[in-house]
């Protein structure tokens, strides 16, 4: 004898639900309390059911989705020099680490002994991803001299980042980066071409304008390249995205899946095969505090939730005290810690996009979605990433929206733990200074730099 549970319920609705709302609610108006008006533009209302996600934008959301399980746990360490960095490497590797980001942005790499460095690290084994300042040919030159096997891990720079802060961008760039690309032809999970969001995330963009930028930006890389004679297949399998992840928890969910959607879309348009895109997460910098730092703590824990629920394939954890002081062993290991609990403790691992099938979660991607793209395609008909740039076009949509974001904050309309509410006055910890405005004389246009919202607070 067969037994429903649900057999006991009678059938409901949304329209069921609302009406319950609204007497729960005892008068005060639906729209103003429930509905949410997202920085983004549009409006997401606090349950959805299966007739308002649209099915065939739901199978394609989800396929664009990360294809294997799990996450790499990818601090970052800077280089101090071959023997020291050496073992601080094979140290964390040692405490639940899988990839690394290292840190080589203040050295000339002609000056590096790198089987000293790399001593007891097998980049086959262990992704290895270097921040390296430009120089890129040294890099390959170096490595390729004592490595015979296919590497993993990649490049960490992004020119046209470094570009929109300061205005500097040599004019072989893009011909030195296809020439890396097909020196690690060989190596194909070694990626050579990094697209980041953080240069717009630390500005003060919202989500959409995040996608939509990161996704300009790609699209500049591939033009560029294929113009310096790489295929579209080549460029698509060596490009990666890093992101930053805020503190709008399911927003940041959504934006993963919206991006892998995205970037599927974007390569159809190439007429090739869609790759699953490649996406490390880090948490953010532009919503940490130097007062009340332990704060940052829980925005750290959420932005990284946000991340692996969205299906990041990578992760780095800041240091909570990293605004203020060089981190310590301490604040390290709790950085990579948070990882580490996300796996071995609440099982995030275990599942394939376990966003898929929240019909808040769906319609809140698709949303998110369709806001980015309608942005990205505004800044196309402008020419392009750099065209937009040079118009003043990105950097107003962004100021516009962190200037917003701070009055929020400043009228208490939004909440920022320990720092414009539920705050301990402590001793502050770094002196505050206004962020300065990005200048180079030598272009005509403004330039992005890195802020905290906080740091307003930090009197």
């Given at each position: 004898?067969?037994?429903?549970?649900?057999?006991?319920?009678?059938?409901?609705?949304?329209?069921?639900?609302?009406?319950?709302?609204?007497?729960?609610?005892?008068?005060?108006?639906?729209?103003?309390?429930?509905?949410?008006?997202?920085?983004?533009?549009?409006?997401?209302?606090?349950?959805?059911?299966?007739?308002?996600?649209?099915?065939?934008?739901?199978?394609?959301?989800?396929?664009?989705?990360?294809?294997?399980?799990?996450?790499?746990?990818?601090?970052?360490?800077?280089?101090?020099?071959?023997?020291?960095?050496?073992a601080a490497m094979l140290a964390v590797l040692q405490k639940g680490v899988d990839a690394l980001t290292l840190d080589l942005r203040n050295t000339d790499l002609e000056t590096i002994e790198f089987t000293k460095l790399l001593y007891g690290i097998k980049l086959s084994d262990t992704p290895l991803f270097f921040q390296i300042n430009g120089q890129n040919n040294a890099l390959i030159r170096a490595l390729q001299t004592f490595i015979a096997y296919q590497m993993k891990g990649g490049l960490a720079d992004d020119g046209l980042a470094t570009w929109m802060m300061t205005?500097?961008?040599?004019?072989?760039?893009?011909?030195?980066?296809?020439?890396?690309?097909?020196?690690?032809?060989?190596?194909?999970?070694?990626?050579?071409?990094?697209?980041?969001?953080?240069?717009?995330?630390?500005?003060?963009?919202?989500?959409?304008?995040?996608?939509?930028?990161?996704?300009?930006?790609?699209?500049?890389?591939?033009?560029?390249?294929?113009?310096?004679?790489?295929?579209?297949?080549?460029?698509?399998?060596?490009?990666?995205?890093?992101?930053?992840?805020?503190?709008?928890?399911?927003?940041?969910?959504?934006?993963?899946?919206?991006?892998?959607?995205?970037?599927?879309?974007?390569?159809?348009?190439?007429?090739?095969?869609?790759?699953?895109?490649?996406?490390?997460?880090?948490?953010?910098?532009?919503?940490?505090?130097?007062?009340?730092?332990?704060?940052?703590?829980?925005?750290?824990?959420?932005?990284?939730?946000?991340?692996?629920?969205?299906?990041?394939?990578?992760?780095?954890?800041?240091?909570?005290?990293?605004?203020?002081?060089?981190?310590?062993?301490?604040?390290?290991?709790?950085?990579?810690?948070?990882?580490?609990?996300?796996?071995?403790?609440?099982?995030?691992?275990?599942?394939?996009?376990?966003?898929?099938?929240?019909?808040?979660?769906?319609?809140?991607?698709?949303?998110?979605?369709?806001?980015?793209?309608?942005?990205?395609?505004?800044?196309?008909?402008?020419?392009?990433?750099?065209?937009?740039?040079?118009?003043?076009?990105?950097?107003?949509?962004?100021?516009?929206?962190?200037?917003?974001?701070?009055?929020?904050?400043?009228?208490?309309?939004?909440?920022?733990?320990?720092?414009?509410?539920?705050?301990?006055?402590?001793?502050?910890?770094?002196?505050?200074?206004?962020?300065?405005?990005?200048?180079?004389?030598?272009?005509?246009?403004?330039?992005?730099?890195?802020?905290?919202?906080?740091?307003?607070?930090?009197?």
């Amino acid at each position: 004898m067969s037994f429903s549970l649900f057999s006991e319920f009678s059938p409901s609705d949304k329209n069921a639900w609302v009406q319950q709302a609204l007497k729960d609610l005892k008068g005060k108006d639906y729209d103003k309390t429930l509905l949410w008006n997202t920085p983004e533009g549009f409006v997401v209302e606090p349950y959805y059911t299966d007739q308002e996600v649209q099915e065939t934008q739901l199978t394609g959301l989800q396929a664009a989705q990360q294809k294997k399980l799990g996450w790499l746990n990818q601090p970052i360490v800077t280089y101090e020099s071959e023997r020291a960095t050496n073992a601080a490497m094979l140290a964390v590797l040692q405490k639940g680490v899988d990839a690394l980001t290292l840190d080589l942005r203040n050295t000339d790499l002609e000056t590096i002994e790198f089987t000293k460095l790399l001593y007891g690290i097998k980049l086959s084994d262990t992704p290895l991803f270097f921040q390296i300042n430009g120089q890129n040919n040294a890099l390959i030159r170096a490595l390729q001299t004592f490595i015979a096997y296919q590497m993993k891990g990649g490049l960490a720079d992004d020119g046209l980042a470094t570009w929109m802060m300061t205005g500097q961008l040599s004019e072989t760039y893009f011909a030195e980066l296809a020439a890396v690309a097909i020196a690690t032809k060989a190596s194909p999970s070694f990626k050579t071409i990094c697209v980041s969001s953080h240069v717009f995330h630390n500005a003060g963009a919202n989500a959409a304008q995040e996608l939509a930028f990161a996704l300009a930006s790609a699209v500049t890389y591939a033009d560029k390249l294929t113009d310096a004679g790489l295929d579209p297949d080549a460029v698509f399998s060596k490009l990666y995205f890093s992101v930053s992840m805020g503190t709008n928890y399911f927003m940041e969910i959504a934006k993963l899946r919206a991006l892998r959607f995205l970037w599927q879309r974007v390569q159809m348009g190439w007429g090739i095969e869609p790759k699953i895109a490649y996406v490390h997460a880090q948490t953010s910098t532009f919503y940490d505090a130097a007062i009340t730092p332990n704060t940052n703590l829980l925005r750290a824990t959420t932005e990284a939730m946000s991340a692996v629920i969205g299906g990041c394939d990578a992760l780095t954890v800041h240091a909570y005290d990293s605004t203020f002081r060089t981190p310590d062993e301490f604040s390290e290991r709790i950085a990579r810690n948070i990882s580490i609990l996300l796996k071995e403790e609440s099982y995030l691992d275990k599942t394939l996009d376990p966003a898929a099938g929240s019909y808040f979660l769906e319609n809140l991607t698709q949303q998110l979605a369709e806001a980015a793209w309608s942005l990205f395609l505004e800044v196309e008909e402008k020419g392009g990433l750099l065209a937009a740039f040079e118009q003043d076009f990105i950097q107003n949509k962004i100021k516009q929206n962190a200037t917003e974001t701070l009055a929020a904050l400043q009228q208490g309309t939004r909440v920022m733990v320990g720092v414009n509410k539920f705050r301990v006055d402590e001793e502050v910890p770094v002196k505050y200074t206004p962020t300065p405005e990005a200048v180079n004389k030598t272009v005509s246009f403004k330039l992005l730099h890195p802020q905290r919202i906080a740091q307003t607070f930090e009197r």
